[in-house]
């Protein structure tokens, strides 16, 4: 089900039960010239992916869905639509928590904060946490279509019903969170915030409000980080997200440092 504001905006939605991965769907569609404006849904992925090659889980009732649109910016700006795609992610699904978690009964003695829901936060670059662990990721890419413009294809996964065990970090589900709620009103609630969302994206100045609002919604601003970049660990205070939406690390020298990719894990670990 697509919101009103996405069906008069003109996206549509493929819908999937199963499906390999949501992104290869959309890349395909790309590849093929499709237009964009295209949602691929689906309640169970079998080979979804993470970033750089690294697999993600995705079982049945949790949510895998891949937006491909061809963008009319140009594609050194296009980096940003995946904090639009943050923003977007965390305005639905701060929407959907508060009724849901009421109904739960969960307080603060469950370590829940904010007045029985959990918090929401962004961390750099695509994750979203919900009282510090992963709740759902997002997946940018890039296809060049046969006509030369660059499709944009953002894959965003939530746990809905279940998170995996045994990663290197803790991860959560909505229903872990005591929210009831399934793949499809997720989607829905999303589909429509992306739609606000882009509109002041795409709106002139509002491109710095969308990195402001994932400014006021990250998690660890103030903490101790270590990235792992390409060429090694970076260690230092992570100060802010520059209007380009870097991360701005100070090192223990003082310096400043602006970086545009890598994974980053709070604390000195
Ligand atoms: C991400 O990668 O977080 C991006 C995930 C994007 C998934 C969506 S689903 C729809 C679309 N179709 C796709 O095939 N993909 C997109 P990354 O930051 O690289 O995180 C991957 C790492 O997170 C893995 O190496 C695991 O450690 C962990 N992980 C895997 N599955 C997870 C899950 N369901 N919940 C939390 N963490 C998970």
Known sequence: PLPDNAVEAGYRVIGFDSVGS???EAMKAAMAGNAGKIWYAAL???????????????????????LMIV??????????????????????????????????GLDGADGVSDGGRARIALKWPNDVLADGAKLAGILLEA???????TAIVIGIGVNVVAAPQGLPYPATSLADLGAPL????????????????????????????????????????????????GDGVLRGIFETIDDAGHLIVRDDEGHRIAITAGDVHFGTT
Not at 74 to 98: E, Y
Not at 143 to 149: A, L, M, N
Not at 191 to 200: D, G, N, P
């Open 143 to 149: 296809q060049k279509r046969p006509d030369g413009r």
């Open 182 to 229: 399934d793949a499809p009103s997720v989607f829905e609630a999303l589909a429509e915030s992306w739609v606000e969302c882009y509109q002041m994206w795409n709106n002139g100045s509002g491109t710095n409000r969308i990195i402001h609002r994932w400014r006021d919604n990250a998690a660890g601003i103030g903490a101790e980080v270590a990235v792992q970049r």
């Open 44 to 66: 169970q992925q079998t080979e979804g992916r993470g970033r750089r090659g690294r697999a993600w889980e995705s079982p049945y009732g949790n949510l895998a869905a891949s």
């Open 22 to 24: 949501t992104n290869i």
């Open 71 to 104: 963008p009319d910016a140009p594609s050194n700006s296009l980096a940003g639509l995946g904090f639009v795609a943050g923003v977007a992610l965390n305005t639905a699904l701060t929407r959907l928590m508060p009724a849901a978690a009421i109904r739960s």
